[in-house]
DNA sequence: ACTACCTTGTGAAGGAATTCACAAGCCCTC
DNA sequence: GAGGGCTTGTGAATTCCTTCACAAGGTAGT
């Protein structure tokens, strides 16, 4: 399959949301017009994300609503169900262990880390917090898909490492350092410095 | 000023972390090399990236490390203290407002709000909570900077009109909801549904 | 069944961002 | 102070992404 570029995965996950809300209130079919105007992009753009992956629509009436939305799980991977560790269990990881859209979204945590023994033991989201020492022997044994990096930065490159290592391919980073892997491992970073100092810039640099 | 990519202030903040850390290391000068080697992109990305807002460094030997970090304070427009309220404060609110990167890189949290009674009157990193009733008056004293959004994606929008006829110019919503807002107005969306779902492409779609 | 009207799917055009490649400039040594 | 070795800054080339524009195909009404 030819390379598809990562905004055009942004936008399917946009338009997936939306599609769910138009089944939820029971419509059934839409156009690429009404879906560029809620994402905030183009009727062609919409259809050409869509040509990548095959041909969804009928000419003069638009998209089945679930059927597209099926479509789109399965593109997007969402009809399997996802095994997720946290590693690091301080604000950051507690907050997202409880975010609701996780479960929802058929991602599950089936584990989470923390090098602090005073945390060893508690649970988070339903999970046991378990010390790093059984983190590669869990991974053997559970074979989570995700894991979800929550650690100060300075120890961030390093557990990446062991995470890498334990055989995980994806990653949802939100140290705020810029880290380095394998190419076959997905690497995703969430850096709130970063989107802050964007503002920053944006508020500065105004016409 | 020609208009600066997003891509390019996204890089521009990586480049300020590194020579951040070498400054801390007492490092005098560095070259575009080291830079990308480090950010991740290319030399060139790098000169090209800089060439926008000047010329910085010295042919033959690079860039000197405590000049190249001021000049990018100053282009982030770092080196001014903003003023941050945080909307919402339930998990992920709070997990912000504790955020240590927040308060060190010069982003002050002078105001959090939520509508829940229960959370009104309790403190919040520093400041005490309120309700959104109080929100205009505030915001017209205080005067703001940013606004962080962190409540569910249904009253999103809502809020964020309020927030814009407040006055504020620059929004970092957590809220997994695609918002409109005027074009003076800056948005950024982190959105973990969307990262979270762009691991399950990967994962799926891979060779 | 014919016509009028929509909306998709997609090559081609256009625009934006990245990479190339090299002249220009600076340092250091001899 | 001339030459060799680096590294910057930047037009030009390239690659990647978005937008345009329209033929193809479907619906609905008569």
Do not use: C
Request: proline share 3%.
């Amino acid at each position: 399959m030819k390379r598809i570029a990562d905004s055009t995965v942004r936008r399917l996950s946009i338009y997936l949301r939306f599609l769910e809300e138009f089944e939820g209130r029971g419509l059934a079919t839409v156009s690429s017009d009404e879906l560029a105007r809620r994402g905030g992009t183009t009727s062609a753009q919409v259809r050409k994300d869509l040509s990548f992956f095959g041909s969804f629509g009928k000419r003069g009436l638009g998209y089945s609503v679930p059927e597209l939305a099926t479509s789109l799980r399965g593109i997007l991977g969402l009809e399997k169900d996802w095994r997720v560790v946290i590693v690091g269990a301080g604000k950051i990881g507690a907050a997202l262990a409880q975010y609701g859209g996780f479960r929802q979204r058929g991602f599950h945590i089936i584990g989470a880390y923390d090098t602090n023994p005073d945390k060893v033991g508690r649970t988070l989201a339903g999970a046991t917090i378990r010390s790093m020492d059984s983190f590669e022997r869990d991974v053997a044994e559970g074979a989570p898909d995700i894991a979800v990096l929550a650690i100060p930065s300075e120890r961030a490159q390093e557990v990446l490492d062991r995470i890498v290592s334990a055989g995980i391919k994806a990653v949802l980073n939100f140290a705020p350092a810029q880290l380095t892997a394998p190419l076959d491992v997905t690497v995703k970073t969430v850096n709130m410095a970063m989107e802050l100092e964007g503002l920053s810039f944006a508020l500065t640099n105004r016409d």
